[in-house]
């Protein structure tokens, strides 16, 4: 369904578990970040009443689970730490095409966000199926099913506004991107490293 080219190494979960609270601070960052992204978008195309509807709820679901993210992280006994870059994200957003219309831009974005919410969504997946922590085994295997919701309402979106845009193009070209892209992360206790 996700179309990813390249799927984690599975060993990226023993790096994961050996810094717990850095990977829910990194994860309840990139929670914070999705609702960011998803408001930024609402706010760039206003005109399109359901992406409105649509990202609103979107935005208030991430940032309900950077609350729960948030609650795991007190109830341990860990702070939440600093904000986290995320280079991954840095390098997938530097590929997003171009050009001078506001349409080529909505739908750069869209895409952007469907391989994100892809790629978490894996990376929750293999957590819920491999981490040892059976508390954490259960919230990834929710919020991966969240997740691929999430894809697939960018997805969606993006085939809705695309008009004239070849939207399945622009997201093969993303997806064989992300494949090479992806080979030099998953060595790092954070969602996307």
């Known amino acids: 369904m996700l179309g990813l080219k390249l799927a984690t190494d599975p060993r990226w979960v023993t790096i994961a578990e050996s810094n717990i ?22 706010t760039l195309n206003s005109e399109y009443t359901d992406l409105v509807t649509q990202l609103l709820a979107l935005a208030q679901e991430e940032l309900q689970h950077f ?7 007190k109830k341990r006994g860990y702070k939440l730490g600093r904000e986290r870059k995320d280079s991954y994200v840095n390098e997938l957003f530097k590929y997003r095409v171009t050009g001078s219309s506001r349409t080529q831009a909505l739908i750069s974005r869209l895409l952007f966000s469907a391989m994100i919410e892809a790629r978490s969504c894996e990376r929750f997946k293999l957590l819920s199926e491999k981490i040892k922590d059976p508390e954490l085994s259960k919230f990834y295997k929710d919020l991966m099913i969240s997740e691929a919701g999430h894809y697939t309402t960018f997805i969606n979106l993006a085939r809705k506004y695309g008009g004239d845009i070849d939207v399945d193009k622009q997201w093969a070209d993303l997806l064989k991107f992300e494949g090479e892209l992806i080979q030099k992360y998953g060595k790092s206790e954070t969602i996307h490293g």
Do not use: S
Request: aromatic share 4%.
């Open 21 to 42: 609270e850095e990977i829910l601070t990194d994860h309840a960052w990139c929670e914070q970040k999705a609702a960011t992204n998803a408001i930024t978008i609402i």
């Open 67 to 73: 609350e729960m993210v948030h609650e795991i992280i």
